[in-house]
């Protein structure tokens, strides 16, 4: 989780760093090249090309639809809004996944989990305190960023059902790279980075599969309950840099909202954890 918190934070400065070069587009392209490297020489290297099938290839190129869109606003997001309100945002993405599930999945939306959601919208109007003069093109941005992400993740758990994770990452990096190609040539013109940008290019790239692959590890290592709330550490670390790198004033309102967001995530996990573990546990 320490590796995943890095990644995310050293995304958002690299991001912030090369956008003054890039398109959002053309930084997807870039970063989705980097991820189709390193993601086969992985493939090849350990012998594991059996394990990429196109049994799900309208699935996988839904999902990754979903995540190249939320990508993009995420992206556009960090350049003009503050990192923290950006990230605070992004942590919306359960709640949406709660209300998007019962269409993808077949779930069933329980009373509980529509309140979870009802109490992370409060969140969401306490980080964005809606007015003529808050609202701007930044904050809906990052909040379609947070849809974006959770509908990916849905797809995600959808073919977690049959397909191996190297699998999923490599039609990701794939299909990401041909999305990237068409948006950003769509006028006939596609920069490239200068050699001032290249690092941060490469960094984005780099840390963009680290954090996916660490987030997913450590789900793997314990349980959501114990990595939620450190994943979460992710606001005070990104305010803290927005505010030595850019001078971005620490707002309580965003921290409040956050926490009320994160609150309402962390309650919904504990009760599906408890209602699973009922489920499972043995009777007689």
Request: hydrophobic share 50%; charged share 10%.
């Amino acid at each position: 989780m320490i590796g995943s918190i890095i990644s995310f934070s050293a995304m958002a400065v690299a991001g912030r760093y090369v956008s003054s070069g890039l398109d959002t587009f053309e930084i997807m392209l870039y970063r989705s090249l980097i991820g189709v490297t390193i993601v086969s020489a992985v493939v090849i290297g350990t012998g594991r090309r059996k394990t990429i099938t196109t049994r799900h290839i309208g699935t996988q190129i839904t999902r990754n639809l979903c995540h190249f869109t939320g990508q993009n606003l995420w992206l556009y997001a960090i350049t003009v809004i503050p990192l923290a309100q950006v990230f605070a945002l992004e942590f919306t993405g359960p709640i949406w996944a709660l209300l998007l599930a019962p269409l993808v999945l077949g779930e069933r939306l329980t009373w509980p989990r529509a309140g979870a959601a009802l109490i992370g919208f409060l969140g969401i109007l306490i980080v964005t305190r809606p007015s003529p003069e808050t609202l701007s093109p930044g904050i809906f941005a990052a909040a379609g960023a947070a849809i974006g992400f959770a509908g990916s993740a849905i797809y995600t758990r959808k073919l977690t059902r049959s397909e191996s994770t190297l699998c999923i990452l490599f039609w990701l990096t794939v299909t990401q790279a041909v999305m990237g190609l068409i948006c950003a040539g769509y006028d006939g013109q596609i920069a490239l980075p200068s050699a001032a940008a290249w690092p941060g290019v490469v960094v984005i790239g780099l840390a963009g599969l680290c954090a996916h692959y660490c987030l997913t590890t450590a789900l793997g290592l314990a349980p959501a309950s114990v990595v939620m709330p450190i994943d979460f550490t992710r606001l005070p670390v990104i305010a803290i840099v927005g505010m030595l790198l850019y001078a971005e004033p620490l707002d309580p309102w965003v921290l409040l909202g956050a926490a009320i967001i994160f609150a309402a995530n962390y309650a919904n996990i504990l009760r599906e954890t408890r209602a699973a573990r009922r489920i499972s546990a043995p009777h007689g």
